[in-house]
């Protein structure tokens, strides 16, 4: 394994532990504030409902990541099993917070079913699959449970011991300070909330406790030596970083989005020198003064520091004095490093790409930091004619999301080519191309000349109107011409009407469905596209080959599952099967209720999913079509366009 590879492995590893934190920040913070508020110590001491603070952190908090590690693994059932494994962890540890070991059991309680699932899977009667279910989650989650109490919780008790201990002496030692030499630079890598989440919280929790408040939580969160560098940039920075700086640093302080300074580190590699001492002195000015939280502070806002701050003692001027400490210290060292370096305008772009290509995806924050400043790889052309949406096969997502920026091209009246096509057949002269966020790159190698546009959402994405406005500041009246052209060449054939009739038939229209997988819901539409006579057989395990690759959940609710592009010498005729999924089936983290098998062959399925890509751009229009009662209902809605 090289570096690259190593190194986005470990980003995986973090993301993951911080993925079973992160959704339940909420709770840890109700417990915080409880135990700030009422334990003896606290604001408004009550003996009753401090009562609240050992079963929260014992039991509640605990189950909350194992059922969240078990989701991630394996959906609702995933997340039972090993919420049930969970438990025997707990019950085998009661003296420690076993985040730790929900953090283990949680994903691998729902590793266990999931492979006993795959086992299993086409070999149950019919009229037993909810038997089998049941008693398989409950029988292994049993066995897990068991295994958890007797060996699993006394072993993570005894390693979270060790650390404790471990953390004391560095505090001791005085040697805590250090500790900022691994975790600021560690932040830039995005292992931040790996760190915080992962590592750092489930020994601040068991000194919480102990003392009621733990030096932990702040030495990753501490949002000092980010504004110290985002201070510097405002007065001795240049172009767009100093441009921007002003509102990172709101973001940063306010905000708690700590990685909105992470490209102004990268852009000037010197600056980590900053956060490095400007850390090191926080965390020595907090062992100094007795500082600590009563809770993880997510995200490190000052805001959240101050809500979870104990009231004993000298926490808040313990705090508070770290946060100033680290923001001067890493300030005076940024604008020595500004000052005596040569700085250009393009830097915060590359930086800011560069920092994106580190964290595996598109930064929430990064249109803060580049505003105005392209991000593709070609520029924006001066004059647009073409647009291609490109997907994998060609045949579904892109034709949707094709269909609704060709609507909203016409309500314009712009002008400008909208086809859609698979990314192997991107047109050479397209100029500017829309893909979903996984499949970018593998466009942008395509053709790297074209202004590439990445989106989550086929059917609702802020982004074609952003391009909208983009281009009517710059389209001429020449290109009105192609309006009629773009409608022909995006179906590439113009269907007949007599072919339109076997699209989308009442007998292919199935509702009140229920899955407990995205899997199972896929292979169920294609297998009735099989029986419709649409594809051949091998065509359902090419629409799960082609979920692999990114997902073909379109936002609104919708998903629509169909075969990569070597599936379409299955396909013998186009046709669409209707799914309805009242209680939805997860789609990789989203909730697909209405799924469109789809099998498209020569462009004459376009038509019809031209209309079913403009209805479902609506969420009421969604919501109607989850709710309707026949299939007659269903179709009339799907044609109101």
Not at 123 to 137: D, P, Q, R
Not at 352 to 359: C, D, F, P, R, S
Not at 465 to 477: H, P, R, W, Y
Request: hydrophobic share 45%; charged share 15%; glycine share 10%.
């Amino acid at each position: 394994m090289n570096q690259s590879q190593m190194k986005v492995s470990i980003q995986k590893f973090g993301n993951f532990l911080s993925s079973m934190v992160l959704p339940n920040i909420g709770a840890f913070i109700a417990w915080g504030l409880i135990t700030a508020l009422f334990i003896p110590t606290g604001f408004f001491p009550h003996e009753g409902l401090a009562s609240l603070v050992g079963p929260m952190v014992t039991y509640m908090l605990p189950l909350l990541i194992g059922y969240t590690g078990g989701r991630l693994i394996y959906d609702q059932r995933g997340g039972v099993v090993g919420t049930i494994a969970t438990m025997g962890v707990i019950v085998g540890a009661p003296d420690t917070p076993m985040f730790m070991g929900a953090m283990i059991m949680g994903p691998l309680g729902a590793f266990v079913i999931k492979k006993f699932d795959q086992l299993i899977e086409g070999k149950i009667k019919t009229g037993f699959e909810m038997l089998v279910n049941n008693f398989s989650a409950g029988i292994l989650g049993g066995i897990l449970a068991i295994l958890a109490y007797m060996g699993v919780g006394p072993a993570v008790n005894a390693f979270t011991q060790t650390l404790v201990t471990g953390v004391d002496w560095l505090i001791e030692a005085g040697l805590l300070p250090l500790t900022s030499i691994l975790i600021e630079p560690a932040k830039i890598l995005f292992l931040n909330n790996a760190i915080n989440h992962g590592v750092l919280s489930p020994i601040g929790l068991e000194q919480v406790q102990q003392g009621g408040k733990s030096i932990l939580f702040l030495l990753e969160a501490n949002p000092g030596p980010g504004l110290g560098v985002l201070l510097a940039f405002m007065i001795f920075g240049k172009g767009i970083a100093k441009q921007s700086a002003p509102g990172a640093a709101i973001i940063h302080f306010l905000g708690g989005i700590h990685e909105i300074y992470f490209p102004y580190v990268l852009m000037k590699p010197m600056l980590l020198l900053s956060v490095i001492f400007g850390g090191m002195s926080g965390v020595f000015t907090l062992v100094l003064l007795g500082g600590g939280l009563a809770a993880p502070a997510s995200p490190g806002s000052i805001l959240a520091i101050a809500a979870v701050t104990p009231p004993e003692g000298m926490a808040y001027l313990a705090n508070f004095a770290a946060v100033i400490v680290a923001t001067t210290v890493s300030f005076l060292i940024s604008a020595v490093v500004l000052k005596s370096g040569k700085q250009t305008e393009d830097n915060m772009s590359e930086a800011t790409k560069k920092m994106e290509q580190m964290k595996g995806k598109k930064s929430s924050v990064s249109d803060a930091l580049t505003a105005g400043a392209v991000t593709a790889n070609g520029a924006f052309p001066a004059k647009v004619d073409k647009i291609v949406f490109a997907c994998d096969a060609g045949m579904g997502s892109s034709a949707m999301g094709a269909s609704l920026l060709r609507k909203k091209v016409k309500e314009a009246d712009l002008g400008v080519t909208v086809t859609n096509t698979a990314i192997s057949t991107i047109p050479a002269d397209s100029q500017i191309v829309i893909t979903q966020e996984k499949l970018t790159p593998r466009a942008q190698n395509k053709i790297p000349g074209a202004y590439h546009i990445s989106v989550d959402n086929f059917l609702s994405s802020p982004e074609y109107d952003k391009l909208i406005a983009s281009l009517q500041n710059g389209v001429t009246e020449e290109q009105a011409e192609l309006v009629e052209e773009s409608q022909e060449e995006a179906v590439g054939v113009t269907p007949a009407m007599d072919q339109e009739d076997d699209l989308l038939l009442e007998e292919n229209i199935f509702l009140n469905q229920s899955f407990s997988t995205k899997e199972q819901a896929i292979r169920f539409a294609g297998e009735a596209l099989v029986k419709a006579g649409y594809v051949e057989p091998s065509y359902v395990n090419e629409m799960l080959k082609r979920e692999e690759i990114t997902t073909t959940y379109m936002g609104n609710n919708v998903a629509i599952p169909h075969g990569t592009e070597e599936a379409k010498k299955a396909v013998i005729k186009s046709g669409f099967t209707v799914v309805q999924v009242p209680n939805g089936v997860d789609f990789n983290g989203e909730s697909a209720k209405l799924i469109f098998g789809i099998a498209g062959k020569d462009g004459t399925h376009l038509e019809i999913l031209s209309g079913i890509a403009v209805i479902c751009a609506e969420q009421d229009n969604v919501d109607q079509l989850v709710q309707a009662k026949s299939a007659q209902e269903l179709i009339s809605i799907l044609n109101r366009n």
